[in-house]
């Protein structure tokens, strides 16, 4: 006799949203430090974040991958071993707008982390010899990315959403990266690696008052003379004809459209959230409904809100066939027209929103989850109190709020959309649906 299925239990009540305490701290070279108790295992999770806008890309891409490199008494192996002893390990990385500087030890060796990223941060040494095979590994980098479809799309979106603003080109030339040497990445680090401006957030198994204490013991001494460089505000997304960029004898076509969003602060933050989450924005959405499930024209659609300190966006992309490339537009502008014109059904809006208040939860709920947000909202001027005043935002948004937001942001008319494709098969499909200039 066959077992009939069982019923999916009824999903519970969202549990309130439970922010472990922090405790704040400057200190007198201007490094605002901290630091949260997260007592799940016995590790310390360090993130440190600096303004970073309008770096050269060339130089700073570079400098992530060479300012662990030695100092003038330790070589990166020695860097290494020593991180080794504490369980521990930092890495670096840069957007156009900040450098970080991420790392882990075990929480008796906090010290030492901090000591080691000290050095680092005040004698960083850029030897000539790592230089050499770090400007040679990321030149491969880079252009193995560059014969990639989604890096090529990436591109000619950034292009057609920002023009002339600096956020419009994200990724250097390998050939400006050839051309950078070790001298220009110690001027660089000394114009920008300081501690004006930057947060050190520090998660673990320890009581915050001892964290901002090792932080000022390790890094009270830490100044540096460089500046601040502010971005201008990022220009209004600007809609109009398609852009379409040929990709001969490509079996697939890259789709990417940008529309308007707000940032974290906006009101409209919430209910936007909600709205994009119905139409495309996680896996039970309408769009991945129809385009993947429904239609099979891609296995993987998604859309999510860009933020960036400039301005934010909200961001769609699918990689479709090239026989599809018109019918999956299609099918993505009658979505998004749907969305924007007709309100969410009731069960469509709570699955949408227990998602993401689960998705909160979530990103929480780990010493680097944790570390990570707190050191991504001190970046936009925001603390860990934002959480929860962003559930209850998602909490209470009605039907109306998330209607009210879809029309506002998500109508098609506003979209500038970007193909990546082979020109010669898509472009009559393209161009019955909207206007086609080529790239």
Same mark, same amino acid.
Request: glycine share 8%.
């Given at each position: 006799?066959?077992?009939?299925?069982?019923?999916?239990?009824?999903?519970?009540?969202?549990?309130?949203?439970?922010?472990?305490?922090?405790?704040?701290?400057?200190?007198?070279?201007?490094?605002?430090?901290?630091?949260?108790?997260?007592?799940?295992?016995?590790?310390?999770?360090?993130?440190?974040?600096?303004?970073?806008?309008?770096?050269?890309?060339?130089?700073?891409?570079?400098?992530?991958?060479?300012?662990?490199?030695?100092?003038?008494?330790?070589?990166?192996?020695?860097?290494?071993?020593?991180?080794?002893?504490?369980?521990?390990?930092?890495?670096?990385?840069?957007?156009?707008?900040?450098?970080?500087?991420?790392?882990?030890?075990?929480?008796?060796?906090?010290?030492?982390?901090?000591?080691?990223?000290?050095?680092?941060?005040?004698?960083?040494?850029?030897?000539?010899?790592?230089?050499?095979?770090?400007?040679?590994?990321?030149?491969?980098?880079?252009?193995?990315?560059?014969?990639?479809?989604?890096?090529?799309?990436?591109?000619?979106?950034?292009?057609?959403?920002? &023009?002339?603003?600096?956020?419009? @080109?994200?990724?250097? *030339? $390998? !050939? %400006?990266?050839? #051309?950078?040497?070790?001298?220009? /990445?110690?001027?660089?680090?000394?114009?920008?690696?300081?501690?004006? &401006?930057?947060?050190?957030?520090? @998660?673990?198994?320890? *009581? $915050? !008052? %001892?964290?901002? #204490?090792?932080?000022?013991?390790? /890094?009270?001494?830490?100044?540096?003379?460089?500046?601040?460089?502010?971005?201008?505000?990022?220009?209004?997304?600007?809609?109009?004809?398609?852009?379409?960029?040929?990709?001969?004898?490509?079996?697939?076509?890259?789709?990417?459209?940008?529309?308007?969003?707000?940032?974290?602060?906006?009101?409209?933050?919430?209910?936007?959230?909600?709205?994009?989450?119905?139409?495309?924005?996680?896996?039970?959405?309408?769009?991945?409904?129809?385009?993947?499930?429904?239609?099979?024209?891609?296995?993987?659609?998604?859309?999510?809100?860009?933020?960036?300190?400039?301005?934010?966006?909200?961001?769609?992309?699918?990689?479709?066939?090239?026989?599809?490339?018109?019918?999956?537009?299609?099918?993505?502008?009658?979505?998004?027209?749907?969305?924007?014109?007709?309100?969410?059904?009731?069960?469509?809006?709570?699955?949408?929103?227990?998602?993401?208040?689960?998705?909160?939860?979530?990103?929480?709920?780990?010493?680097?989850?944790?570390?990570?947000?707190?050191?991504?909202?001190?970046?936009?001027?925001?603390?860990?109190?934002?959480?929860?005043?962003?559930?209850?935002?998602?909490?209470?948004?009605?039907?109306?709020?998330?209607?009210?937001?879809?029309?506002?942001?998500?109508?098609?008319?506003?979209?500038?959309?970007?193909?990546?494709?082979?020109?010669?098969?898509?472009?009559?499909?393209?161009?019955?649906?909207?206007?086609?200039?080529?790239?």
């Amino acid at each position: 006799m066959t077992t009939p299925p069982r019923a999916l239990p009824v999903l519970g009540p969202n549990r309130a949203l439970k922010l472990p305490t922090s405790v704040e701290h400057t200190l007198d070279n201007g490094l605002t430090v901290i630091a949260l108790r997260r007592s799940s295992v016995p590790l310390a999770e360090v993130r440190l974040r600096m303004p970073f806008a309008l770096a050269d890309l060339s130089r700073a891409a570079l400098l992530t991958q060479t300012v662990l490199s030695g100092t003038s008494t330790m070589s990166t192996v020695d860097i290494a071993a020593e991180l080794q002893k504490v369980g521990g390990g930092l890495s670096a990385g840069a957007d156009p707008d900040r450098l970080l500087i991420s790392g882990n030890a075990l929480v008796d060796g906090l010290d030492r982390l901090l000591d080691i990223l000290a050095e680092v941060l005040t004698d960083a040494a850029y030897p000539e010899e790592e230089v050499d095979t770090e400007r040679g590994r990321l030149v491969d980098r880079i252009r193995v990315a560059q014969s990639q479809p989604s890096h090529l799309a990436r591109v000619a979106l950034l292009k057609r959403m920002y &023009g002339s603003h600096p956020y419009a @080109v994200q990724t250097p *030339e $390998p !050939e %400006q990266v050839e #051309a950078v040497v070790p001298d220009q /990445l110690r001027g660089l680090h000394g114009e920008r690696v300081h501690p004006s &401006g930057a947060t050190l957030v520090i @998660v673990g198994d320890l *009581e $915050p !008052e %001892q964290a901002i #204490a090792a932080a000022e013991r390790m /890094l009270g001494k830490w100044n540096g003379a460089g500046v601040l460089a502010e971005l201008p505000p990022a220009p209004p997304l600007e809609p109009g004809p398609l852009t379409l960029v040929d990709r001969p004898d490509s079996v697939q076509s890259s789709l990417r459209l940008a529309l308007p969003a707000v940032s974290r602060r906006h009101p409209d933050h919430a209910a936007l959230q909600l709205a994009n989450l119905v139409f495309g924005g996680y896996f039970s959405s309408r769009w991945v409904e129809n385009i993947r499930e429904d239609k099979g024209y891609t296995y993987g659609p998604h859309s999510l809100v860009e933020h960036a300190v400039a301005g934010s966006a909200l961001v769609l992309s699918a990689e479709v066939a090239t026989d599809v490339t018109g019918p999956a537009l299609l099918e993505t502008l009658y979505e998004l027209g749907r969305i924007a014109s007709l309100p969410a059904k009731d069960e469509e809006l709570e699955q949408a929103r227990q998602y993401a208040l689960g998705t909160l939860q979530l990103g929480m709920s780990t010493q680097a989850g944790l570390a990570g947000l707190v050191s991504t909202y001190a970046g936009f001027g925001l603390r860990l109190d934002y959480l929860a005043e962003h559930a209850a935002r998602l909490a209470r948004a009605t039907k109306e709020d998330v209607a009210a937001a879809a029309a506002q942001y998500l109508a098609p008319a506003k979209a500038a959309a970007v193909v990546l494709g082979d020109a010669a098969k898509v472009e009559a499909p393209l161009a019955a649906l909207m206007p086609v200039v080529r790239s």
